[in-house]
């Protein structure tokens, strides 16, 4: 079994900074990227930033210049600091993991439980 285990969310005020982090653990052979996502009330699950095991990275646009997605892989575990924070960066953040668990696993996708971050005005 693999289990993805967020810390680091919490209530904040506008302008802001969180670090958010996330602890892969249990069977995994190899990880090929890891992310975080975020929803917030009402509003369909999105994107805000990925890393893949080369150190590739993607964002959201709306968070571009204000988070840094980065991470361990000798401890498969990623972080997102999270500076400038917005209102609007308010909703739940869930981890993502895509991984393999065996050698001869194909690809899997994993989430973690989610954690809240509040952005207060």
């Known amino acids: 079994q693999v289990q993805l285990v967020e810390s680091g969310g919490g209530l904040v005020q506008a302008g802001g900074s969180l670090r958010l982090s996330c602890a892969a653990s249990g069977s995994i052979f190899s990880i090929i990227s890891m992310g975080w996502y975020r929803q917030a009330p009402g509003k369909q699950r999105e994107l805000v930033a990925v890393i893949t095991s080369g150190g590739s990275t993607n964002y959201a646009d709306s968070v571009k210049g204000r988070f840094t997605i980065s991470r361990d892989n000798a401890k498969n575990t990623v972080y997102v600091q999270m500076n400038s924070l917005k209102p609007e960066d308010t909703g739940v953040y869930y981890c993502?993991?895509?991984?393999?668990?065996?050698?001869?696993?194909?690809?899997?996708?994993?989430w973690g439980q989610g954690t809240q971050v509040t952005v207060s005005s």
């Open positions: 993502n993991a895509d991984l393999r668990p065996r050698i001869t696993s194909s690809i899997r996708d994993y």
